[in-house]
């Protein structure tokens, strides 16, 4: 059984950054892609950014280009998101999800992504 936890939300003024680290258990974490997707309230479950198991190959939502990255420790079985220049707009539950495969073209998708942590709310006030 996996489970993701992630941490490191909170309440951040518009112009600061936050990191975000989801920690994986239960089973082999590398060779996977693990992904961040965000949820504001009244909207669909949005992509934010992804990486393969080597970190090779990363992949990031329009919206966060140039402003967050994602980066992972395999050895803690650990991603970690970090978060420049936040904005209002930023404001969400950011879930981490794995996939058991390394994942292509379909790596925005959520529909590609077996396993979902519980979430963390990330609140940017202006």
């Known amino acids: 059984q996996v489970q993701l936890v992630e941490s490191g939300g909170g309440l951040v003024q518009a112009g600061g950054s936050l990191r975000l680290s989801c920690e994986a258990s239960g089973r082999t974490f590398s060779q996977k892609t693990m992904a961040w997707f965000r949820q504001a309230p009244g909207k669909e479950r949005e992509f934010v950014a992804a990486n393969t198991w080597s970190g090779s190959r990363t992949h990031y939502g329009d919206s966060v280009k140039d402003r967050f990255t994602i980066s992972r420790d395999n050895s803690k079985n650990t991603v970690y998101l970090q978060m420049n220049s936040l904005k209002p707009e930023d404001t969400a539950v950011y879930y981490c999800?794995?996939?058991?495969?390394?994942?292509?073209?379909?790596?925005?998708?959520?529909?590609?992504?077996?396993?979902w942590g519980q979430g963390t709310q990330v609140t940017v006030s202006s």
């Open positions: 999800a794995l996939a058991m495969r390394e994942l292509f073209s379909d790596i925005i998708f959520r529909s590609s992504y077996a396993y």
